[in-house]
């Protein structure tokens, strides 16, 4: 299919996406059950149709947000066809595949039950839903990634040659590293070239493993984690971030100092932090700018040329935008958050 006419078609899908003044209202609504009925009105009422046969309260509201995005990305994928253009949307439909191994990872590590793991996942990658429960049923890590190499599947081919090593140690990090370089890897080869979308995308990738890096270095510093421990589990490929800067920030062993080197980069934002917040924290805040980062790189593609697949990938960016937007009204609505605090939780593009 034409690249014109898919983002025509997704431009449409811009249009449908819920303005300020929605938004607005849904600050307004007293409860939870108010907001639910509201929604009902918008393109989310067959997804709420559907889990609210289910559930009640804010799973309910969540399942449905989860379900519209599932829907939503996959609806684009099959626009293209055979175009071979979708490469470079996979590149984000694809992190949710990182996402939910991680998620079902670290729930066996820690023998949380699958019916809460599963509350976390979106199918929205190539690994489908029945895929994901048929993960969720395995008794722990090591039977995950034996179950996914039998399949062929692969994300397996990023766990195998660690399983020594996480047998040794059963540092779960060693996985999660090795399924985001496996990751990084593949989108780095994906964004090569010289064609706009691949640059634009290119910049958009090695951003993601700036962020990704960043908070390597803000959680090993919290940890006391040396550079030589530390510096094995950088990426390469960042966009302004290079791993001699990272390792260096790690060697500070102080957040402030190490954010310090920041100055000067598109991060410097978390220095800004750092100085307005008692002992530089809390480090939750500075993930949640990092994530905030990074989205809005996404979606700034949305406005780039018109006729390149960028188009797209910056509407993804904004759609997951409003998702993440509508679940975090929910969840401070229903822990009784005031309108202060949740003002200060949403993402503004």
């Not at 971030?241 to 934002?269: H, K, N």
Request: hydrophobic share 40%.
């Amino acid at each position: 299919m034409d690249q014109g006419y898919i983002n025509s078609r997704v431009r449409g899908m811009y249009r449908s996406l819920l303005g300020p003044e929605e938004f607005r209202a849904f600050l307004q609504k007293p409860d939870l059950e108010a907001m639910i009925a509201d929604l009902q009105k918008t393109p989310y009422r067959s997804a709420l149709e559907l889990s609210c046969v289910r559930r009640s309260g804010v799973t309910c509201l969540e399942e449905a947000l989860r379900i519209h995005l599932v829907r939503t990305y996959s609806k684009i994928v099959k626009m293209f066809g055979d175009n071979d253009a979708v490469r470079y949307v996979r590149i984000v439909v694809n992190r949710w595949d990182v996402h939910n191994l991680k998620a079902i990872l670290r729930g066996k590590n820690i023998h949380s039950p699958p019916e809460k793991i599963r509350e976390c996942l979106v199918p929205a990658g190539t690994l489908d839903e029945a895929t994901l429960i048929e993960l969720l049923n395995q008794q722990d890590v090591r039977d995950v990634i034996d179950l996914l190499a039998t399949w062929g599947v692969d994300y397996a081919r990023a766990f195998t040659p660690h399983i020594e090593e996480w047998s040794r140690s059963r540092e779960l990090l060693v996985m999660e590293h090795a399924l985001d370089q496996y990751y990084f890897e593949y989108a780095r080869r994906t964004v090569e070239g010289k064609k706009p979308e691949a640059i634009a995308l290119r910049r958009l990738v090695g951003t993601e493993i700036d962020v990704t890096n960043l908070k390597t270095v803000i959680t090993f510093i919290r940890d006391g984690v040396g550079p030589e421990d530390g510096g094995r589990f950088l990426l390469e490929g960042g966009a302004d971030l290079p791993r001699e800067l990272l390792r260096s920030m790690i060697e500070d062993g102080t957040l402030p100092t190490a954010l310090g080197r920041l100055e000067g980069t598109p991060y410097a934002f978390l220095l800004r932090i750092c100085d307005e917040t008692p002992v530089c924290g809390p480090q939750s805040l500075l993930m949640k700018e990092l994530d905030r980062h990074l989205v809005r790189t996404g979606a700034a593609l949305y406005r780039s040329d018109p006729l390149s697949v960028s188009v797209v990938v910056g509407y993804l960016y904004l759609f997951l935008v409003e998702v993440t937007n509508l679940r975090i009204i929910a969840r401070c609505r229903d822990a009784g958050l005031s309108d202060e605090e949740l003002e200060a939780e949403l993402i503004h593009v």
